[in-house]
């Protein structure tokens, strides 16, 4: 079992770019989250897919912002026209769902995100 | 306003000394976790704990759901303990939201 696994792990874009973040979930696991780390914010939901539906974007910003799980074995989360501010960490994060332990998160390593 | 808060910000330990790190709830939650991040780092579920108290190693957690807070107590803390430890709810069969964390410093 590797764990999720996010690509690119470090990605320098300049301002006005576009960038696309990778995530591959646990296999079998049917719910993938994105979150964002910065140290002013901490950890903020933008959005999460349960069997490939996506179910709450509620934290996704609604302009430049998208995300896709177009199979079970990968999600992508893409930003348009990319800003200093939208610099940070981008966790994939998924879990087995259903009850108890089930619905412990296993996190990956996270994308580093530096906008120019 | 924050939904998830923590106490202690921020913890400053001598090895072999216990800790208690608190988490409470503006909103009724159906589930929380722990996490641990150690600097630069992943997240690692710590607990995942619905309610009752959980033991693990040196690490124990106790959640009150009906009074919407959760406790994680370390004790004998090692320098290896040192890193942030986030607390999350889960509400209504939502995505976790974080808590911000609380930094635990152990020395020698």
């Known amino acids: 079992n590797a764990g999720v696994i996010q690509t690119p792990r470090h990605k320098v874009t300049g301002k006005g770019q576009e960038a696309t973040l990778w995530c591959e979930p646990i296999?079998?696991?049917?719910?993938v989250f994105w979150y964002r780390q910065t140290i002013v914010q901490g950890l903020e939901f933008l959005t999460y897919?349960?069997?490939?539906?996506?179910?709450?974007d509620s934290g996704m910003p609604k302009e430049r912002f998208s995300a896709q799980m177009p199979n079970q074995s990968h999600s992508t989360l893409k930003i348009q026209s990319t800003q200093p501010q939208d610099s940070a960490v981008y966790l994939c994060?998924?879990?087995?769902?259903?009850?108890?332990?089930?619905?412990?998160?296993?996190f990956g390593a996270g994308t580093r995100l530096s906008v120019l | 306003g924050q939904q998830v808060q923590q106490s202690p910000t921020s913890l400053v330990l001598q090895e072999g000394e216990n800790a208690e790190l608190q988490c409470n709830f503006s909103?009724?939650?159906?589930?929380m976790q722990w996490f641990y991040q150690r600097p630069g780092g992943s997240l690692v579920s710590v607990f995942y704990?619905?309610?009752g108290t959980k033991q693990s190693g040196r690490l124990t957690s106790t959640t009150v759901i009906k009074e919407r807070r959760s406790s994680l107590h370390i004790s004998s803390s090692q320098i290896t303990d040192s890193g942030t430890y986030l607390c999350a709810m889960e509400r209504g069969g939502r995505a976790l939201i974080f808590g911000t964390g609380t930094t635990v410093s152990v020395s020698p």
């Open positions: 994060a998924s879990s087995a769902g259903g009850g108890s332990s089930q619905n412990t998160l296993y």
């Open positions: 909103t009724s939650l159906n589930s």
């Open positions: 897919f349960r069997n490939q539906a996506p179910i709450d």
């Open positions: 704990n619905p309610s």
């Open positions: 296999s079998g696991h049917s719910a």
